[in-house]
Structures are given as structure tokens and as C-alpha cells.
């Protein structure tokens, strides 16, 4: 049964940084990439950034160089570094686990809450 499990959000300062982790387990075939994507109340789920195991990144706009992606292929594991948390950074963090060829099936964690507030 394959599991993404995502940890270490929590509730933390605005200026203040969160190490957000993901481990995929119980997949049979390689993962092509891994990512994250938050969504907060209301508002859609967009995708933050995402992680090929080349280890090509994407980021998108409003995060880049602050928050930083990694991934450990061997452990299936990937890892977001995010710094300089604003208010605006509050949402639900999701991770996904991609296939890639042939199946293209994409996996989903439930979600670790980041909370940015004074």
C-alpha cells in the first residue's frame, strides 16, 4: 500500500523558518518526481515547488529564493526548506509522489499545516 506522509509543519513567526519533510513508501515502481503544493482556505491548491530524481527543480514565483527543495532518491524522501515566512505562507502543505512513464499515477499525502502569525 503506497503512503506519503508528510511532517514538521507547525505555527511559527513571520521572518521565522520550517523544515517540512515527505517520505513516500510502499511504491513498487521509481518515482519520477516529488513536490510540494499547499493550499490555504478558500484558495486553490497551487504547486510550489518540485523536484525531479536528477534533481531538477522548478519553483514558483512567489517562494523562489526563499524556500528550497531536496530530495534523497534512495529513501524517497524530499525535503522543503522555507525561509522568511510571511502570513501569506499559512496553507495546508501537501506532497505528491509522480510516476512518470508509463503510469503517470500521482500519489498524495494528507497535509501539514504551516501557521505563520505573530
Known amino acids: 500500500q503506497v503512503q506519503v506522509v508528510e511532517s514538521g509543519g507547525g505555527l511559527v513567526q513571520p521572518g521565522e523558518s520550517l523544515r517540512l519533510s515527505c517520505k513516500a513508501s510502499g511504491i513498487r515502481e521509481s518515482i519520477d518526481s516529488m513536490g510540494w503544493y499547499r493550499q490555504a482556505p478558500g484558495k486553490p491548491r497551487y504547486k510550489i515547488a518540485t523536484?525531479?530524481?536528477?534533481?531538477?527543480?522548478s519553483y514558483a514565483d512567489f517562494v523562489k529564493g526563499r524556500f528550497t527543495i531536496t530530495i534523497d532518491n534512495a529513501e524517497n524522501t524530499v525535503w522543503l526548506q522555507m525561509n522568511s515566512l510571511t502570513p501569506e505562507d499559512t496553507a495546508l502543505y501537501y506532497c505528491?509522489?509522480?510516476?512518470?512513464?508509463?503510469?503517470?499515477?500521482?500519489?498524495w499525502g494528507q497535509g501539514t499545516q504551516v501557521t505563520v502569525s505573530s
Open positions: 505528491n509522489a509522480n510516476m512518470g512513464f508509463p503510469t503517470y499515477m500521482d500519489y
Open positions: 523536484i525531479t530524481h536528477y534533481g531538477s527543480t
